[in-house]
């Protein structure tokens, strides 16, 4: 089942449940199982449009973190539109639509077509996004997926990053240490907001939670780890982020397209 604001519906032959809202073309919920969700929204969460969602896996577009922006672009709090809906072998697809629009143009005078795919199997959610430079100049842009799992902090902890070249905000997010993983297993003691370039097709999340959760990709060159700590003690127990990201600008001529896809999947 999806559930789309405003609310649409689509079945699926096996027990699965995601649940996107057009305000920021947000998946705010991913279930493989009764009542179990992968992902984490924030208890400071709104719905009402004034603010983006906090949770679930937010789009990062087209900045990344800080910038000559706002905080991580403008598509996480623009409406997207539904292109289509369909299903295939029992598996509900949805593609999403963003268009610039006056708002975007106040902050990147650029047109740009944005569609994002989504496919909901048995035990996977698999995403696709394709941005595309409609205009009749170069334009440039960063770009992530600002995914928050559901996870005890304390027992979460991620493989796959070992070798990475690494940029530390931590202590000061404005001038990142540079360094290199040398762990084989990542963990969240405390404030964690590190930036893995060049970083592998395949992650492992242990979210400590008794499920191991893998993120695959296609053409998301980094990683992005961050657990904000005391910064939010309402609630930085219960989740970790993991981000596929782009943290290098991508450079489109007019006509090109830049497509990246992520998997994430359970055993």
Same mark, same amino acid.
């Given at each position: ?27 705010? *919920?991913? @279930?493989?199982? $009764?009542?179990?969700?992968? #992902?984490?929204?924030? &208890? +400071? ?111 979460? *902890?991620? @493989?796959?990053? $070992?070798?990475?070249?690494? #940029?530390?905000?931590? &202590? +000061? ?95």
């Amino acid at each position: 089942m999806w559930e789309v604001d405003p609310v649409e519906k689509w079945g699926s032959e096996n027990f699965c449940e995601a649940e996107i809202y057009l305000y920021g073309g947000c998946i705010t *919920s991913w @279930k493989v199982a $009764k009542d179990k969700d992968l #992902l984490f929204v924030r &208890p +400071d969460a709104v719905f009402n449009k004034k603010k983006p969602i906090s949770g679930g896996a937010p789009h990062c577009f087209p900045q990344f973190g800080p910038g000559p922006m706002q905080q991580h672009g403008f598509a996480r709090n623009m409406d997207w539109s539904i292109a289509e809906s369909q299903s295939e072998d029992g598996n509900p697809i949805v593609t999403l639509e963003l268009k610039d629009g006056p708002y975007s143009r106040s902050m990147w005078d650029f047109s740009f077509q944005a569609l994002y795919k989504i496919i909901l199997r048995e035990k996977s959610l698999s995403t696709e996004l394709i941005i595309t430079n409609t205009d009749t100049k170069p334009s440039s842009f960063n770009t992530a997926l600002h995914t928050y799992f559901r996870a005890s902090v304390t027992a979460a *902890s991620v @493989k796959g990053l $070992k070798g990475c070249k690494t #940029l530390n905000k931590d &202590p +000061d997010p404005k001038n990142p240490l540079e360094g290199k993983e040398e762990r084989d297993i990542v963990t969240f003691p405390g404030f964690v907001d590190c930036i893995y370039l060049n970083a592998p097709s395949e992650v492992i999340l242990d979210n400590g939670l008794g499920d191991t959760i893998s993120i695959q990709n296609t053409n998301w060159s980094d990683a992005v780890l961050w657990n904000p700590y005391l910064q939010m003690e309402a609630c930085y127990r219960d989740f970790v982020c993991v981000e596929n990201a782009k943290i290098g600008n991508v450079q489109l001529e007019p006509k090109q397209s830049w497509v990246a896809k992520q998997i994430l999947s359970v055993a």
